[in-house]
C-alpha cells in the first residue's frame, strides 16, 4: 500500500511539474493598470472604471482553451479632507466573468471588439445621503484582480495528466496544496487606481 502511495504521488508530482511549466510566464508582460472617471451630479456619483493589459500570453492562451476569468473589482468612495484622514463614503464590489468565444473576447457575455487590452467595466453609481457642499471634494479608488487558474482547477489538470487517479492524502499533501495555490497566484494579476470626481461646470 505505503509503495503505492508513493508510486502514485512521484506520479501526480511529475504531472504538476509538468502544467507548472506549461503555465510558467515566458516573456515579461506588460504591467497590467487600471483607470476611472467619475462624475458628480446633485448627489449622484456615476463611476466608470476600467481595466488595461490584464491579460498576459499565457492567461490569453487558457481563456481561449475555454477557461473562464473572474475579474473582482472593488470600487471605494472617499471624501477627501485637506487637514484631516479622507473619509470613506462608500464601497461597491463586483464580479465579472471574462471568456472567450465566436472569435472574440466577451465580459459577462457582452462582446469587447477591441480584445481584453482594453476591458471597459460595469459602471458603479452611488447616491450620497444628502447635497454636497460647493467645495466638498471626493476621489474614487479602484482595485481590480483577474484569476483564470485556481489551485483547484490546476489540481484537476495534474489529476487528469495521471488517468484521473487523485493526488495521496498521506503524502506530501500539504506541499502539493502550497504549489497549486502557489502556481495559481502567479498567474493572477491585479492592479489599483484612483481618480478624482468631477462636477459639470
Known sequence: MDRALTHWGRRFGTALIAVSSLLAPTVHAMEPRTTCTASLSGRR????????????????RLVRLGMAGKLEVELTLWR????????????????????FGGG????????????ASSMPLERVAWTLAERPTADARFEVRVSVR????????????AAWL?????????????????????VAEDLSRSASGRCDVTRPP
Open 162 to 182: 495521471t488517468q484521473g487517479k487523485p493526488a495521496p492524502v498521506e503524502e506530501g499533501s500539504t506541499l502539493t496544496g502550497t504549489v497549486l495555490r502557489s
Open 104 to 115: 472574440l473576447y466577451l465580459l459577462d457575455q457582452r462582446p469587447l471588439p477591441d480584445g
Open 146 to 157: 483577474l484569476q483564470v487558474v485556481t489551485a483547484a482547477s490546476l489540481g484537476r489538470v
Open 45 to 60: 456619483v456615476m463611476v466608470r472604471p476600467e481595466a488595461f493589459d490584464f491579460v498576459s500570453l499565457e492567461l490569453d
Open 80 to 99: 477627501k479632507n485637506a487637514i484631516w484622514f479622507d473619509a470613506r463614503v462608500d464601497t461597491t464590489r463586483l464580479t465579472q466573468v471574462l471568456a
